[in-house]
């Protein structure tokens, strides 16, 4: 079963940027789109961007979705950030071999614990 294990979230003063990782294991994320989601307290989960099994990266205004195939791991840089952007940042993977990529939840089979992201001064 693959796994994903988020990291990189943490306090940040806004104007900031982070570098969230997902990383997989169990599998090769070859054959996977990723999407980063981010859920507020109180608030639905919400998609950030997605990226296909074959693209490099993505880039979605304030936010860059990478992946390192041979690192096994996904990325998301986020700059710019406000305190808006306080929630839990969740990575989310599906197979997929037409090399495309939809940011709804529902769409995604496998899901990290999620990272805490908090932008506050």
């Known amino acids: 079963q693959l796994q994903l294990v988020e990291s990189g979230g943490g306090l940040v003063q806004p104007g900031g940027s982070l570098r969230l990782s997902c990383a997989a294991s169990g599998f090769t994320l070859d054959y996977y789109a990723m999407g980063w989601f981010r859920q507020a307290p109180g608030k639905e989960r919400e998609g950030i961007s997605c990226?296909?099994?074959r693209a490099d990266s993505s880039v979605k205004g304030r936010f860059t979705i990478s992946r390192d195939n041979t690192k096994n791991t996904v990325y998301l840089q986020m700059n710019s950030l406000t305190p808006e952007d306080t929630a839990v940042y969740y990575c989310?993977?599906?197979?997929?071999?037409?090399?495309?990529?939809?940011?709804?939840?529902?769409?995604?089979?496998?899901w990290g614990q999620g990272t805490q992201v908090t932008v506050s001064s």
């Open positions: 989310a993977a599906r197979v997929d071999f037409s090399d495309t990529c939809i940011p709804r939840a529902s769409w995604y089979d496998d």
């Open positions: 990226i296909s099994r």
